[in-house]
């Protein structure tokens, strides 16, 4: 089984400041790790994702997360927050031993952006 | 190359009333996925196609929901009859077959269903 917990539903950080979104899952195989953004009006679009390989891992605009298997968690985080960053994010989990594998989200965390 | 594709991208219906909502996934992709995500709540498995074969479908909620698959191209979801506590949006993805990369899905941009 898996599961995933997304630490606070609402973030608030300003303009240029540091955004960090906290996830952390439990499953029994090596998981597949992924963030998912949804925009206003607009659907699930993916952010970055760890398979294999390097921990880090970059996504798009800016964003980055770091698989620590050690601490079970995969935080996602961007230097300086823009106004366009606001948005609902999603950590999902799937497993890494099937060709398919449904994912396991977490209930999301809407960052607010202010000026 | 177009992506996940859902229609209608809203639907109002009354309780007791039928709604079909249709994904047509990324071309070529196998395995094709519905969730549903309560407002308030997390985002949820319903069930996942490989090709026009139900693989899984141990988050479908009751026999209201019907999912089919036709020829392994399209899918629908149909509830029928539509409750309130059936209200919520609905995601259909797509993925490759295979390992690794080929395991990211693919999102549409989901069906807001509203049961009055």
């Known amino acids: 089984a898996q599961s995933v917990t997304q630490l606070g539903s609402h973030v608030s950080v300003s303009e240029g400041a540091l955004v960090l979104l906290r996830c952390n899952y439990s499953s029994s195989v090596p998981p597949y790790l992924f963030w998912y953004v949804q925009y206003p009006n607009q659907g699930l679009q993916l952010l970055l994702k760890y398979t294999t390989g390097a921990t880090l891992v970059k996504g798009i605009n800016g964003f980055e997360a770091e698989f620590k298997k050690s601490e079970t968690s995969f935080h996602l985080t961007k230097p300086s927050a823009h106004m366009s960053d606001a948005a609902e994010y999603f950590c999902?989990?799937?497993?890494?031993?099937?060709?398919?594998?449904?994912?396991?989200f977490g209930k999301g965390t809407m960052l607010l952006v202010s000026p | 190359e177009a992506g996940v594709t859902q229609f209608p991208s809203h639907s109002v219906i009354e309780k007791g009333q039928t709604v079909t909502l249709r994904c047509d996934p990324i071309s070529g992709h196998d395995n094709l996925y519905w969730y549903r995500r309560v407002m308030g709540k997390e985002i949820k498995f319903l069930l996942h196609?490989?090709?026009?074969?139900?693989?899984?479908e141990s988050g479908m909620p009751n026999n209201r929901f019907l999912a089919e698959r036709t020829g392994g191209t399209y899918s629908t979801l149909k509830v029928q009859p539509a409750e309130l506590e059936d209200s919520g949006v609905y995601f259909c993805a797509s993925s490759q077959q295979g390992v690794g990369t080929k395991n990211i899905q693919y999102f549409g941009a989901g069906t807001r269903l509203s049961v009055l």
């Open positions: 196609f490989v090709k026009e074969s139900k693989q899984d």
């Open positions: 999902a989990v799937s497993s890494s031993y099937s060709g398919y594998s449904t994912l396991t």
